[in-house]
């Protein structure tokens, strides 16, 4: 029975099928994250035979298949770009490339987007120097070292040790570094200088008790000035300007509270360009210009689009920034002059990818900037809980990348977290609901379905700024607050654990104290009356609490780091002590996809190694009674199923769902010889 039903969600995801941009991409993960040359060969000729209508789609992909040939030394590559040429004379950008590697062209005039750095290490917060030769980035695979990458010899070296670095931009001189580093004991950040030249020895500029966050953006010209973007603790969102000689700051102008993607400098240092969200759209970014005195301002893009700054041409008459304003993401350019556009945007770029932010323009034009995280998509897998062990094989019932699966009450429904929450029908793969939240931010792994189906909880932020959880109405994605972290101003964290009935909510608080440190509390919310009701405090508790189906329990994973034992408790709702369930010693740590059908039995996550990136590969999968049976391993193949977070059973016990992550997507790009030559008055064609 679940065979037949899994293999009918496998043939209709089948039938829908994914659309040609998404293969173009899978083609791309393979090709620069995973280097298996031959399989992007292959997808990109899939791309060209099944979508070959898209004339600029398939152009592309035979680009990127000769560029494979190319790194193979296959001559086949030739034979692509002859074909290029032949038969896609519209398609002028190929065409150009095609030429250029067939020696019909200067390559020096033909525009070209490359990858120049992709790895573990990459970060693309920090930013490019003004020679092109070095990337200032932070080392996480060293727990936040400041480093500087060089793009020459593809070496890095750490300038910056024994903290946590964040936002980094290195000045026009190319001898220092302003970054912004963090400070636990105190949970706020400064502003440092680094050198580097080699001197590892840093000089905090800026520091102030009442400036939570910082962030360094740009450098004046003349190396006097960083501007930056700064959060105090009322939540005020300020722009500035921060001296590098004596850290004194020139607050600009306040802002709203999603601040800028990046703030950069005109090339004479008398301007500064931003991004801001408009208003309380959340797809609407547009771009302005500030004088750096802060006498004026112009909105210099204003569009019902999202138009990110991406920095100035180096002669300064032209203001860059990225738009979707055409459906895909490409490079935009205005001309200005005394900080005043001067005419309609045009187009030098129809597609540039997605990407986080832009991290400057060199000297000579070169434009980098970078995306990073994990490729991760969501499957399910049918299970047989009277033996303990999957019934099936796996499919992938949402093609595209998505993560944070999230049942609903029946087991009938799964929602995925896309660039939306995506819901399908289980039974016939069916979708049968697409909302985008109207928040600002939101955690996707916080995200569950209301019993009724018709809203979901995530913990994230609002449109105005405001921390904590939110209902999303399933149909039109309008928020109602639930429960505001400012309303509790010793809270560090809130995470709902459970929707019940409508009339009341579950969620986690943690705080901390002078004496005893970090605590984690369960607390019970009246959604009627706006009462709350603390069911546990506890020290070791941690997040991934889990409702049972009667609504009656809530198992509690814990680790206490001092003795490094880990517990799984049975803490009742209604009151009481808790109890312990199961322990273990060592590395191992614990978390709780969920409850067997029955309500009778817990289902516990054990990783072996502590490292839940890689807890697939380590890891144990339990069936703990709560009546004091004996507590029973299950025959899950997690390493087989690639799972890593987001592991959940349905509540009709048919079906896990999980993520999978399918390799890494970090990397910097180069996009050069996208500006009009020296002379030309005309930047492009206009859109």
Known sequence: MFATVFAAVWFVSAALGETGNELFQKALVKERSEGNLKEAIRLYQQVVDKYGKDRALAARALVAMAECYQKLGDSQSHKIYQQIVRDYADQKEAVATARAKLGGADPQNVITLKQVWSGSKVDVYGSVSLDGRYLSFVDWTSHGNLGLHDLTTGTDRVIATGGEA??????????????AWYKPDLRRYEIRLASLSGDSRTRTLYDNEEVLEISPYDWSPDGNWIAVALRRKDQTAQLGLVSSHDGSLRVLKSINWSGSTRMFFSPDGRFIAYDLLVGDAADQRDVFVLAADGSREIAAVASPNQ????????????????????????LWAVPVHDGTPQGQPALLKADIGTFESSMGITASGALYFGRTGRIRNVE?????????????????????????????????????????????????????????????WFSPPSLQMAPDGQSFTVYGLDLKGRRGIFRVDAESGEVTPLVIAEETPADDALSPVAAADGKSLFFTRASRDPQRGRS???????????????????????????????????????????????????????GGEPRELLRASGLAQFRIPGWTPDGRSVVVWKSLTGDWEKASAASEVWRVPIDGGEPRRLELDLAGLRA???????????????????????????????????GKTKCCSQQ
């Open 307 to 330: 138009d990110i700054v991406m920095g100035w041409s180096p002669d300064g008459r032209y203001l860059l920034f990225a738009s979707d304003r055409i459906g895909t993401m490409g």
């Open 380 to 440: 399910i897998v049918p299970v047989d809980w009277a033996k303990g062990r999957l019934s099936g094989p796996a499919a992938n019932p949402i093609p595209g990348p998505n993560s944070s699966p999230s049942w609903s009450s029946d087991g009938k429904y799964l929602t995925v977290v896309s660039k939306g929450l995506i819901t399908i029908a289980v039974d016939t793969g069916q979708v049968v609901r697409e909302v985008r939240p109207k928040v600002g």
């Open 644 to 678: 890593t977070n987001g592991f959940q059973f349905s509540p009709d016990g048919r079906y896990i769902a999980y993520n999978t992550d399918r390799g890494a997507l970090s990397e910097v790009s180069v996009l050069e010889n996208f500006l009009p030559a020296p």
């Open 166 to 179: 964040e936002y980094s931009t290195i000045s026009r001189d190319g001898k220092t570094v302003a970054f």
């Open 520 to 574: 984690l509390a369960l607390f019970e919310k009246d959604l009627t009356s706006g009462s709350e009701r603390q069911v546990i405090r506890g020290e070791n508790l941690v997040e991934g609490m889990r409702l049972s189906p009667d609504r009656q329990w809530i198992a509690a994973p814990t680790l206490d780091r001092a003795t490094k034992s880990a517990r799984v408790l049975l803490i009742p709702v209604l």
